[in-house]
């Protein structure tokens, strides 16, 4: 039967045909479909998800993005789109019916405004070449996540990823003017503007952060802040760490907003000292680093007012580093934080949820607790100025169970963040990764409604399928494994 | 002095639903001058949220602040002041104003290009959707990518993606100190205020009204001093001309044709707008650093939104329009399909605020 024929192709043949059609749409050699070319497309950052897509295509204009788009639609084939592969949730994992579509062509900056203040740049350029090319204006490009050398702002504005400075200057929400984007029919539209806002509904809120589901960013128009003239950084050590989440709110308290503010508990001090030697003092059960920027006189008036608080709130010591090296220096500790406890244990996993900062002894502890029933260790670097998490499990991937084991706590912490009133990511996004755990910070109705605004982008919902929002079945099935306080989620549901 | 009243919220919606019942969603009511008015005018079924009201949670270190949708914004500010905290997007002040209102017609005051908008600070927000359901989107944290970002959509949606429950915003402390400084005889253009935003000054606001230029600056003391030691101009002693732009009542506003908000690039040149038909020219105040304009004119709609297209931005009419009449610059192409596909993923019967935003996302 004719409609069965699609189903009936093998592997190795759609393969072929979907590789030779879209040879026919883009240049030679832009269209990947050996098993060696496609194995590095094969996960992002989150390794533990592994998969093939049929062919990997890699368009280099907007038209033969649009061109792949028409064609996936009309044969109704999935499309996953991937910047650098940074990604931690598995956002840009391929989907194995599928192709995945590749923006690393799209590499150039194509204007620099220094005089208005903005960028408009294509999809794969990095995050930190914006800021480079900015710099000897005295401008640059505020977010700035720890993967900034490598991470598209393609990828940026699909995470809504925020970095180190994200508590002062926001998140890639707060930064990006307006994007121009491919939908799943291959049309061409220009969302945001140039000026504060734009008419109708604020679509540039709603694509950024979407994780590739609505639409291709194939443009991206950034603001330009100007560079502080001034930034300077204590590092303020504490004897345990809930003193140190006290005098994070004591900062804030005191009514100054700091650049960054930044919580490390004592294995990952250790080893990021070790990786870095940046002068942290390992003996601490927790570093502060706090950013003040600003005009020098700004910056030298609040100074004072942040030691204060930070030794009146038991710091155990208190350093400012005294050369513009020296603050680089320890803000590469805080950075290649992921490495350097990379280096301390054959795998680890990092983990992004964020609480409501009064929360962070209650969950430190219970998270020990967690620690010790897993036979895991933990390592906590936390955004600590807007609550947000990065514990990271140390576990051992040859180790026969140790990677379910390590799944499994990650949930587990991911679930009590919910419980406490946050939220089960931060800045990494859901994509394969929490899916599950999306089942337990919203309810059905909600479910419903994201579902419903997906349709209304891609109705036959080609784009990054399977991604980002539970499916209710799905949410069924793991309320049947998680039952919480004696009652199943969306009890509604059948189960299966 | 708070009142939980979603369950009633919730059946009245429902019920309206479930009737195919078009309804109007009211707050205080001070901003019913926005906005289109159906050219058919049976009274329309009302939900009032007005009964919806108090704060909900608010812990100033945390920076967020949670309240049902019809506490006045009054309250909202004045329970923030007690803890020297504010909202950072300074939104106008209209009498009887609530937060749900604010925030579905996404109005923030002179300070939005320096401190951000609504929508930046907007973390979490209850609906009842048009199809009568209870959702909860965002929550009570400053970084959450959980899910699309519904709660910033909703914001400036002029209640047409839902009725608004709870809103929870990002907060921020009060500057410890405020400076206003006026410069005479200001060029006629947006070339000075344009060169300030790219220098690392603590400006929150900059308006230019006839020929006096305000630039206003706020933070700490000693960088407020520093920085208008640099800028030069002459310190206001009052609080200079920002409530009165903010809440559309200075002086300016007393001409009495239509108010139109322009909203372009800062930079654009000045609109190309005809004079009236007795020769009298368009009047416009800048704030924004230029990026907001106000304009008096008689011109017609259609007019005012060639003008704004034509400076790459938007149009809005500002004061009561004739019913029928467009107050919101259309929307076409692939655009008006998607955001009219949005509303109807909320509101498939396009119950709520019917005819009111865009109409051309209604039919
Ligand atoms: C060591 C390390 C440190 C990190 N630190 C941070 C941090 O501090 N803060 C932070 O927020 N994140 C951080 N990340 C996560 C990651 O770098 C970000 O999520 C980043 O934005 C991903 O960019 P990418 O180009 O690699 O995107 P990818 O991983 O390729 O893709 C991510 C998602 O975006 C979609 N996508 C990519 N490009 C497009 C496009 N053009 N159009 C539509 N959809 C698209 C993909 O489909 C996928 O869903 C870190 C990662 C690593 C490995």
Known sequence: MVADAKTALSRADKRALYSSELSALVPKGQVLHTDEDLRPYESDGLTVFKRAPLSVVLPATIEEVQAVMRWASSRQVPVVARGAGTGLSGGALPHEDGILLGLAKFNKILELNAEHGYARVQPGVTNLAISNVARPHGLYYAPDPSSQIACTIGGNVAENSGGVHCLKYGLTVHNVLSIDVVTVDGELLTIGAMGCDDAGYDLMALLTGSEGMLAVTVEVTVKLLPVPPVAKLVMAAFNSVSAAGDAVGSVIAEGIIPAGLELMDSPAIVAAEDFAGCGYPTDAAAVLLCELDGTEAEVNAQIGRVSDVFNRCHATALHIAETEDERLLLWKGRKSAFPAVGRISPDYYCIDGTIPRRELSTVLSRMDELSKEFGLRIANVFHAGDGNLHPLILYDASVDGETERTERLGSEILQLCVKVGGTVTGEHGVGVEKINEMCVQFDTDTLNQFHAVKAAFDPAGLLNPGKAIPTLQRCAEFGAMHVHNGQCSHPELERF | ?363
């Open chain 2, 1 to 363: 002095m708070t009142n939980d009243a979603s369950a009633a919220l919730l059946e009245t919606v429902q019920q309206y639903v479930a009737g195919a019942n078009p309804f109007v969603i009211v707050g205080g009511g001070s901003k019913s001058f926005l906005g289109c008015r159906p050219a058919v005018s049976e009274p329309p079924a009302v939900v009032s949220v007005a009964e919806h009201h108090g704060v909900i949670n608010y812990e100033p270190t945390e920076l967020v602040m949670t309240a049902r949708s019809g506490t006045p914004l009054s309250t909202v500010i004045s329970t923030l002041h007690e803890h020297g905290q504010q909202l950072p997007f300074d939104p106008p002040q209209l009498p009887n104003a609530t937060l749900g209102g604010t925030v579905a017609c996404g109005l923030s005051g002179p300070t939005r290009p320096y401190a951000g908008s609504v929508r930046d600070h907007a973390l979490g927000v209850r609906i009842i959707s048009g199809k009568g359901e209870d959702c909860s989107f965002g929550g009570e944290v400053m970084k959450n990518v959980a899910g699309y970002d519904v709660s910033r959509v909703q914001v400036g949606a002029f209640g047409t993606l839902g009725v608004l429950l709870d809103i929870s915003l990002k907060v921020l402390p009060l500057p410890e100190s405020t400076v206003t400084l006026m410069f005479e005889q200001a060029a006629h253009d947006t070339v000075p205020m344009v060169q300030l935003a790219r220098q690392y000054l603590p400006v929150t606001g900059a308006v230019l009204i006839g020929e006096q230029r305000f630039i206003r600056l706020a933070g700490s003391e000693a960088g407020v001093k520093a920085a208008a030691a640099q800028l030069g101009g002459e310190s206001v002693n009052d609080d200079g001309p920002w409530t009165g732009v903010r809440d559309l009542s200075h002086a300016f506003f007393d001409d009495i044709r239509p108010t139109w908000r322009f909203s372009v690039p800062d930079y654009a040149s000045t609109l190309e707008l005809p004079n009236d038909d007795d020769g009298t020219p368009a009047a416009t105040l800048y704030d924004w650093g230029g990026a907001q304009r106000w304009v008096k004119t008689n011109a017609s709609a259609e007019v005012c939104f060639a003008a704004a297209a034509g400076a790459k931005g938007h149009a809005t009419r500002f004061s009561e329009a004739p019913a029928g009449a467009p107050t919101h610059q259309p929307i076409n192409g692939v655009s008006a399909r998607l955001q009219s596909e949005l509303r109807a993923s909320f509101d498939p019967h396009r119950l709520c605020n019917r005819g009111r935003f865009h109409p051309e996302l209604d039919s």
